[in-house]
């Protein structure tokens, strides 16, 4: 029944939000239409007076009589948690007061939400503010912020914490302090406490021990297996050490070879004591050989030799350490090159794999080839190939999976005739330097970077030499930006040996290079043989024309593009290989001056000269047991290594004053 009584033809009319029939001009008033606006003003107040519980997901919520006008307020009861994730109401988003992000919505709590037509979403309507979360407040203490109410904090109550400082540094626990607590301090804590050299604490120490005490000063590795302390007799230690070992001399390393024979065809250090030799013993079989070099202390040991199934007419041999019980062994014959994985258990070669060709399928020589470990199962190669007369020089990246090796070459460049050319890598294999020339008049030096089984040229210097003013070079790469190259020319007055520095810029293309200058006066047509020693130091040895059994050697540094030769010094060899040992020490090996064999001595190169050693090892000290054997006092406290022998390893060093 009609709220209203009409006249005819008249249409209802109702209110916006609640449909309450309203009163047109010349209508009856009907009672039974009166009740039922009442009654639906009754049903609406009644759901007005209580919360209504939210429909829908926790995400995607359903609310009853809502009006989407800026400014509509509306309170519901929360059914489900959305854990901060975007929600909306009635298919329109909700978010914290001005903002775009999704409040958090708590299963069973009350939610105060109001409209806003511009953003055309919900805002809720804050309880709290605030950005503190639980972690930022003491435990047990409550507090609320643009989330939630009544939420509990969780940050632990260290109150006053004392620190006492030690040799490590000391985490300061995490939580609440009360400012109460501190470090500890020590009036001893004074610079003529502390020696002089050390700082603690950033008071720099004064004390000098050897100031009231007259002798001789010098630093010692503490002996294995020894503790030493500050003011301790101390004794040196012999039969280990250079101390009682005697001039330094030549040690055989190798059993006499025949005629015809090289005692020494390849080397490759296995660690800083330990040297693989390949060589070959006889002409009648072929075969070739190798056997582990133990330098232990003061003397060279061999070990067993391991007769390989490789023999022929073999030119040029290498070998390059893959891992520790790897070793590849690269070989010539007839012109084409093999390889072949030589596995190692201890100090003893025990088996190899098979002989593979890494250009199977390739019919062309192989001359002047240079080669570099990179990983465990990768080494890079250098050299020339002569295809149809014409010559190309070529990095080729090898890879090595059981006993096959699969080259990945990168053509350097391509020619009719090279004259000369040299290759030096850094000890990682992933960076070479070359030197090449031609028939067109140019002599280049290039850098070359490689990334997996990619070859990149970086850099690139022509020398403007012509091939005929440079008899032979060796060229040497000190580290990733740093070369020394050195070359056999004529200047105009003989050829003599000079040496150059070269410098490749980290960041660009531009490369510095270096005036040659003269490394000896006499006409030079010896090999030159190089090994560095530290990032920018290298040791060389040479022989000189007419001087028979004579090697000199010096030390050559490096500072950016500019280099350095020091005083050479010479000795009665024929031994002129080299392979870095530990720190600055290097073994030098060859035929001996006066004998078919094998020799080896000691080099080191610990500041601008060479020096021959009998021993690998330093002098070193102990705790003396008695007044007889009392050498000096130690001026510092040390310990010594943990091992002696073929394995002998420092650790700590001490100044011992000895007398004059």
Same mark, same amino acid.
């Given at each position: 029944?009609?709220?209203?009584? %009409? ?9 916006? /939000? ?138 632990? /109550? ?30 001893? =804590? ?102 582990? =070099? ?62 593979? %060709? ?165 006409? /030079? ?136």
């Amino acid at each position: 029944m009609e709220a209203i009584k %009409r006249g005819c033809g008249l249409m209802p009319e109702y209110t916006a /939000n609640y449909k309450l029939q309203k009163q047109q001009e010349n209508e009856f008033v009907n009672i039974n239409g009166l009740n039922e606006n009442f009654d639906i003003i009754d049903a609406t107040l009644s759901k007005i007076s209580k919360l209504e519980k939210a429909g829908g997901t926790a995400t995607a919520i359903t609310l009853e009589n809502i009006t989407e006008e800026s400014g509509f307020l509306k309170t519901f009861l929360v059914s489900n948690n959305n854990n901060g994730a975007e929600t909306t109401i009635n298919g329109k988003p909700i978010y914290k007061p001005g903002t775009t992000s999704s409040p958090i919505l708590t299963e069973g709590k009350a939610a105060t939400i109001w409209f806003d037509e511009n953003g055309d979403c919900f805002f809720i309507k804050a309880s709290a503010e605030g950005n503190a979360v639980a972690a930022n407040v003491l435990a047990e203490r409550t507090f609320s912020n643009s989330d939630d109410t009544g939420i509990v904090g969780s940050m632990e /109550n260290q109150g006053a914490v004392i620190i006492k400082p030690e040799a490590c540094n000391i985490a300061i626990p995490k939580g609440f302090h009360n400012g109460e607590g501190y470090v500890l301090g020590d009036t001893e =804590l004074t610079s003529n406490n502390i020696r002089k050299g050390v700082n603690l604490f950033g008071v720099e120490g004064s004390l000098d021990p050897m100031s009231s005490i007259l002798g001789v000063t010098k630093a010692y590795y503490a002996y294995a297996g020894d503790t030493i302390s500050t003011g301790d007799f101390v004794k040196f230690v012999t039969g280990v050490a250079g101390v009682g070992a005697g001039e330094a001399e030549e040690r055989q390393i190798l059993p006499e070879f025949e005629s015809g024979c090289f005692p020494v065809l390849a080397a490759t250090a296995l660690s800083s004591t330990e040297v693989l030799l390949c060589y070959m013993e006889s002409v009648l079989t072929g075969h070739l050989k190798l056997v582990v =070099l133990t330098i232990d202390g003061v003397e060279f040991s061999i070990g067993t030799s391991y007769t390989t199934a490789i023999w022929g007419s073999i030119s040029c041999v290498y070998l390059v350490k893959l891992s520790n019980t790897s070793v590849a062994l690269v070989y010539l014959i007839t012109n084409k090159i093999y390889s072949a994985v030589m596995n190692l258990s201890g100090t003893n070669v025990v088996s190899e794999g098979s002989r593979q %060709r890494i250009y199977p399928n390739d019919e062309f020589a192989v001359y002047s080839l240079s080669i570099a470990p990179i990983d465990s199962e990768r080494f890079v190669l250098y050299g020339m190939r002569t295809i149809s007369e014409i010559q190309s020089i070529y990095f080729t990246v090898c890879t090595v999976g059981g006993s096959n090796t699969e080259g990945f070459t990168t053509q350097i460049c391509s020619n009719s005739t090279y004259y000369y050319h040299s290759i030096s890598f850094t000890p990682d294999g992933l960076t070479g330097v070359c030197l090449y020339s031609n028939d067109l008049g140019g002599t280049y030096v290039e850098r070359y970077v490689i990334t997996g089984t990619t070859v990149t040229k970086t850099h690139s210097i022509n020398l403007n030499k012509s091939a005929a003013s440079i008899n032979s070079c060796a060229l040497f790469t000190l580290n990733s930006y740093q070369a020394i190259l050195i070359t056999n020319e004529n200047v105009g007055d003989g050829y003599k040996n000079y040496y150059r520095g070269i410098y490749f810029e980290p960041d660009n293309v531009k490369s510095v290079l270096v005036s040659p200058a003269l490394l000896m006066e006499e006409e /030079n047509y010896g090999s030159i043989y190089g090994c560095v020693v530290e990032e920018n130091k290298m040791l060389i040895q040479y022989t000189k024309s007419g001087l028979y059994n004579k090697i000199f050697a010096r030390i050559v540094t490096i500072d950016r593009e500019v280099p350095t030769a020091y005083t050479a010094s010479q000795r009665n060899s024929n031994v002129c290989n080299l392979i870095k040992l530990e720190g600055t020490k290097v073994l030098a090996f060859g035929a001996g001056a006066s004998s078919s064999a094998a020799f080896g001595i000691v080099l080191n190169a610990p500041g601008t000269e060479v020096e021959c050693l009998n021993y690998l090892y330093e002098t070193q000290v102990a705790k003396s047991t008695s007044n007889d054997d009392i050498n000096g006092i130690a001026l510092d406290a040390a310990v010594g290594g943990i091992s002696i022998g073929a394995n002998a390893s420092h650790n700590q060093i001490t100044r011992v004053i000895s007398k004059l």
